[in-house]
């Protein structure tokens, strides 16, 4: 998650995964990063299967499936952080490892460039948006003029591959192969020649680079601002992703639902109060403001929409349910429907089997599917929802 300073990352972060953390109405309360584990939520398919399962790292809840993932709360950032500014370099560093970048905005135009509170309304979000997506451009352009020169001339002399020099370059910003060739021929220019690029170049170059291998969405906070309505409607009419958010209701409702308070699951539409008796005047009062003002008007408070559009729609990622047995669906312990794991479209049976272990995937023989019991190829493209055996000459250790 990053964004500006005083946005509501450390709020949406504390929603989505019950860790308390500072929270404050001024710029940089964060500082170090905040890492923890949130849910993406998906329709579990044991409804399906008319199983009653027994989940080990994930949670099922009446059929929803929550499939844990790395949320990182980055501290803000200001103007020419890619200059050092604010706290510069040190969370750009950050966003290295990142596999999709959420982007945290004031959609009520309530704080200013540098996170400081004013009026609401008077800043203009957009405006929040380009700025990120230049830091981050010039971050790269940073980091690839840095021995740009050397580069340029060992391929026009040594006739080397600029795809391979670039991967060896960026390393550690999880940046693949594919996407580095992508982005080149994305902005027309020539891999054998990168001695004649022009700043300019190399700046298109960065800005497809971050499209290809830190693909954003825009998490539009403060709803609960009637001011944001309109903000939002302007964003909507761009290219972004927008997801409309309050991360302030959801951190309410998930700590409401923590304490028992009332029955609600992440992404909830609505929520149900348990004992009404337990509740005072006020906590009656918010919650039916939230009601109101974000659940009936918004449908839901957004963060796990946010979540699970990162997952499923900016990384094209699909849930698949690995068993043991085929016939009572677990695992050799006897767990129904104990894992589900989140993998990108196109992942084969084979290199499914290496995600769970290197084991499984070196003695691949074949996979079977749980649905139809017919065995499956190494080269079968596994399908969203897929519940299936992985079956090898070596074992699970
Ligand atoms: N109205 C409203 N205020 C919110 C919402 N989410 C967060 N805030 C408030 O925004 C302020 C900043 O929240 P933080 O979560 O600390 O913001 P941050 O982006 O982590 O800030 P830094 O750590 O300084 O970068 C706090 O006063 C929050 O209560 C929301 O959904 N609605
Ligand atoms: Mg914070």
Redesign the pocket.
Known sequence: MV?K????????FSAATLIPV?????????IKPNRGIAYVRSSCVCHEFEVCDDPRQSVCIDGVRLIPIELV?C??LVPDAWQGRGLGNFFLDEIRRADALIH?IDA?GATDAE?RPCAPGSQDPLEDVQFLEHELTMWLVQILQKDWRRLSQSIATIRGNLVDELYNKLSGLAISKPAIAEAIRNSALDPERPIEWTTQDLREFANQLRHLAKPMLIAA?????SISEQNIQRLQQTDYMVIP?????ELILRRAANQDLISYRPGDSTFHVKHPDKLTKQQQQVLDTIDKQILTRWETTGIQSALNCAFYDLLQMITVYPVENVERLSDHNGNILPDAFLVPTGTTAKEFAYRIHSDLGEGFLYAIDARSHKRLGEDYVIADRDVIKIVSTRGRK
């Open positions: 964004g300073p005083n946005v509501g990352k450390s709020t949406f500072p929270i404050e109405n001024r710029p940089f309360t964060t709360d501290a803000g945290v009520a996170g906070n403060k709803i609960d601002l958010c309050s991360a302030e209701a």
